[in-house]
């Protein structure tokens, strides 16, 4: 019994010490070899893998990317029209959503609307931007304000890139906090 162990352990031993010398020359089978040694194409190059023959694709019709909210409203006045009188507000009026909306509204909006939303901002005040309304003077509704945050509207610029659509609901309930406290 300990010659059966004594002579395994050597064939054990003597396959690792061997394994440890084969010609590194000859290289290892390889299942996919695609894998291995892919092509990569540059961003705006031919590809031969496409039909219309280019690298860069368009993303398929009707899809929606990641993270996006589609909004249904166009950027048109009929578009504004339509979303202030039927877009709602999804998101439920509590603390957490105010807080952040006031937090939005602080970092993007202040500049020009002023703390309470009178129109009356640092760049209104530098004359740096004129007509900047009031929101009391204002017939709004929360889908008209969120149209205006994602489209922009007369001197006001889009902020949908720097919002996300969560973000712009809450910057909107906010909004209409401030126009409420104006008009008591």
């Known amino acids: 019994m300990k010659n059966i162990l004594k002579i395994t352990i050597a064939l054990v031993f ?6 440890c010398w084969t010609d590194k020359s000859k290289p290892n089978y ?3 070899p695609d894998m291995y040694h892919s092509v990569g194409y540059e ?9 219309n023959g ?8 009707g899809t929606i990317a990641r993270g996006k909210v589609p909004y249904d409203y166009p950027n048109s006045n009929e578009g504004y029209e339509d979303a ?4 709602k507000n999804p998101l439920e009026v509590n603390e957490a959503n105010l807080a952040n909306g006031k937090k939005m509204y602080d ?7 002023g703390k309470a939303g009178a129109g009356d901002g640092v760049l209104v005040q530098r004359d740096k931007f004129l007509g900047v309304p009031n929101y009391k003077d204002r017939a709004i509704t929360e889908g008209s ?30 909004v209409e906090q401030l126009r409420t406290e104006l008009l008591k």
């Open 54 to 61: 280019m690298t860069t694709q368009l993303p398929a019709e």
């Open 30 to 32: 390889q299942y996919m």
């Open 107 to 113: 970092i993007y909006c202040i500049s020009c609307h």
């Open 145 to 174: 304000i969120y149209h205006v945050i994602m489209h922009g509207r007369n001197l006001m610029g889009s902020h949908s890139s720097q919002l996300t659509a969560k973000e712009r609901w809450q910057t909107t309930m906010y």
């Open 14 to 19: 003597i396959m690792t010490l061997s394994s």
């Open 84 to 87: 202030k009188l039927n877009s």
């Open 43 to 51: 961003t705006y190059s031919t590809n031969p893998n496409y039909a």
